[in-house]
């Protein structure tokens, strides 16, 4: 089996796997036909995290399921599904209250495509092995193709519940976001199809400019540019100290931010405009599965297309001369 290992920046090979097999009657083997590479899977290929190689990459597909075990109900082979880049058992009391990210069945920070919590192997590969696929894996709608859902194992998903967190108690209000992750494109299409009044859009890159303002946002190249607007929602998808602070900055009083950056480094913040303003910040990484129907019904119903911020389609035996290009959404097509 062939899999794709992270080596060091700057590079990346196929690494000759065994192919996984069945352990337990509760995991199911995929093969993946549809993956995307995360903006955290490009800063690694870049030298920009403290991850260190060789590990399996790829943590955002859809899947086709080859072989199920006894006990995953609900699923069988043939399946289309989308694959969570957490792994989770589905029954424990943080899964049981949506937190999935923090399961107590697994180790900490356990997840595809990463060296965290042991090695579960990465979602550029020909096989994977899901367990507790039952509680996690979740069908692709039917007529939804596959590539639209690619990233909803991550950073789509993510987008929705940033701008979702803040819309659910503010409904209808205006929404800034900052770009510079390819969620912030995301966030623009879902604050726009949950009802946000308008959406601003702040980021100094053209291309994202374009995809945004196709979204329905009004782009904006400069903080500045926003005078003395405030929104009661704003989301920081920049992952640059200065985009997180443009975004806490333009938070109106009593509204919420939430910043989908990883900031490996200490970031400072403006702890004196937030405690003036009494705004919320939040930050986390993205529980999944629990949201997974609502994206999917987005999807499926046409209100959000995820295919425009794609910025090239890539055959999957072509994957290790095409990531160490940095391209900054490949689709990944594996038929």
Known sequence: MKALQFVRPGEVRWRDAPAPALERPDQALVAPVAATACDLDRAAVAGRT???????????????IVEVGEDCAGLKIGDLVVVPWHIACG???QCGAGRPTHCSSTPDFAMFGLPLGGRWGGMFSE???????????????????PAAAAAASDSLTDAYTAVAAGLTTRPGSPVLVTGGLTHALYACAFAR???AAEVVYLDTDARRQEIAAGYGARTVADAKDLGRERFPVTVDASASPEGLTAAVRATAPGGHCHSVGIYFDPVPLPLMTM???GITLSTSRPDI?????????????GQ???????SVTVAFADLPQALTKLPAKPLVVFE
């Open 50 to 64: 403290p991850f260190a190689g060789p590990y399996d990459l790829g943590h955002e597909c859809v899947a086709r």
């Open 91 to 93: 029954i424990c009391e």
């Open 127 to 145: 096989l994977l092995r899901v367990p507790w696929a039952a509680a996690n894996l979740v069908p692709l709608p039917p007529g939804l193709e």
């Open 193 to 195: 199809a949950l009802g």
């Open 275 to 277: 405690y003036m303003t």
């Open 289 to 301: 599965g629990p949201h997974l129907p609502a994206v999917l019904d987005l999807l499926s119903t």
């Open 304 to 310: 959000v297309d995820p295919l425009p911020a794609y």
